[in-house]
């Protein structure tokens, strides 16, 4: 319930912010990012929103993203749920004091 006032308060300050009026801007039907889970049993809210919104811009533009913050803020997750949508490969691998360029170099090419 919490998540759901602190997402309602979040958009609603984007409104005010961005003089939103009009039910049919798109910045209003943008925030319409709810979905039934039912293994969850519940209401999911795509706190990433602008993160998939940005990472589709780049990938239209031929570029790539490198999502950064600290752990456990849905990057991994958001990342694999956009390439399952867009049905792009996606690699997970996670950083360790063994990596080295040849590493990185054999994924990309």
Known sequence: MI???????????DFIRDS?????????????RFYFDKERDGVIIKQ??????TLTQALSMRYGGAPAGPAETCKTETVKDL????????????CSDGLNAAFIASLII
């Open 3 to 13: 998540i759901l006032d602190v997402h309602a308060r979040d958009v609603v300050s």
């Open 20 to 32: 939103i009026l009009d039910a049919r801007e798109f910045d209003q039907e943008k925030q319409l």
């Open 48 to 53: 990433c929103t602008d993160i998939i919104r």
């Open 83 to 94: 390439t399952k949508g867009l049905a792009l490969l996606c690699i997970v691998f996670n």
